[in-house]
């Protein structure tokens, strides 16, 4: 049985209130979902009470789960990933970063290296980012992998917030045309 079909299955028998399921999907799932979580917010203790949020939510909307959509996986990974930026977007609001923070940060955003790039979609995606001017490439992946506000990225561009707005939307009609093979 592939791992896809058996997570799928999984989820609908927790849908079913089934509580040998849910320990199973766990077990089968924890691991690639702490890993979304930490990459995120970057701290392993907030990161296992955010996936212990994660999956009491799990437990609470299984039912809401549709395998016609998409995968279990895939609906798994949307909630962990969706409960990391909420928490690291709460703890922007909760202090007001400053620009040497904001350069930390971006000093510990990955690079898509080739371990990482283990699909044609990423490396294509890796390929056109590369083509993208490095400050817009830097702001896209502040703002849509790692969360950061437009007022983050103004700060710490040193740019009006309007100028953000159309540099990640000159960027992203930009991805789409070099991921479209224009």
Same mark, same amino acid.
């Given at each position: 049985?592939?791992?896809?079909?058996?997570?799928?299955?999984?989820?609908?028998?927790?849908?079913? $209130?089934?509580? /040998?399921? !849910?320990? *199973?999907?766990?077990?089968?799932?924890? @691991?690639? &979902?702490?890993? =979304?979580?930490?990459?995120?917010?970057?701290?392993?203790?907030?990161?296992?009470?955010?996936?212990?949020?994660?999956?009491?939510?799990?437990? $609470?909307?299984? /039912?809401? !789960?549709? *395998?016609?959509?998409?995968?279990?996986? @895939?609906? &798994?990974?949307? =909630?962990?990933?969706?409960?990391?930026?909420?928490?690291?977007?709460?703890?922007?609001?909760?202090?007001?970063?400053?620009?040497?923070?904001?350069?930390?940060?971006?000093?510990?955003?990955?690079?898509?290296?080739?371990?990482?790039?283990?699909?044609?979609?990423?490396?294509?995606?890796?390929?056109?980012?590369?083509?993208?001017?490095?400050?817009?490439?830097?702001?896209?992946?502040?703002?849509?992998?790692?969360?950061?506000?437009?007022?983050?990225?103004?700060?710490?561009?040193?740019?009006?917030?309007?100028?953000?707005?159309?540099?990640?939307?000159?960027?992203?009609?930009?991805?789409?045309?070099?991921?479209?093979?224009?």
């Amino acid at each position: 049985m592939r791992d896809t079909d058996q997570i799928n299955r999984l989820m609908l028998a927790v849908a079913g $209130r089934d509580t /040998d399921a !849910f320990r *199973a999907l766990y077990e089968q799932t924890c @691991g690639r &979902l702490m890993a =979304i979580v930490l990459s995120i917010c970057r701290d392993r203790h907030v990161a296992e009470d955010l996936l212990q949020d994660v999956y009491v939510q799990v437990w $609470r909307r299984a /039912d809401s !789960f549709d *395998a016609h959509q998409g995968s279990a996986m @895939g609906w &798994l990974t949307v =909630i962990a990933r969706h409960r990391a930026i909420d928490h690291i977007r709460s703890q922007a609001r909760t202090y007001a970063r400053t620009p040497a923070d904001m350069q930390a940060e971006l000093d510990r955003l990955p690079a898509l290296t080739p371990d990482v790039e283990q699909t044609a979609e990423l490396r294509a995606l890796s390929a056109c980012l590369e083509r993208l001017q490095p400050e817009h490439r830097k702001a896209i992946l502040l703002a849509y992998y790692h969360g950061w506000s437009r007022s983050e990225l103004a700060l710490h561009f040193n740019i009006p917030e309007s100028t953000v707005k159309t540099w990640l939307r000159r960027g992203l009609i930009a991805l789409r045309s070099f991921m479209d093979g224009d």
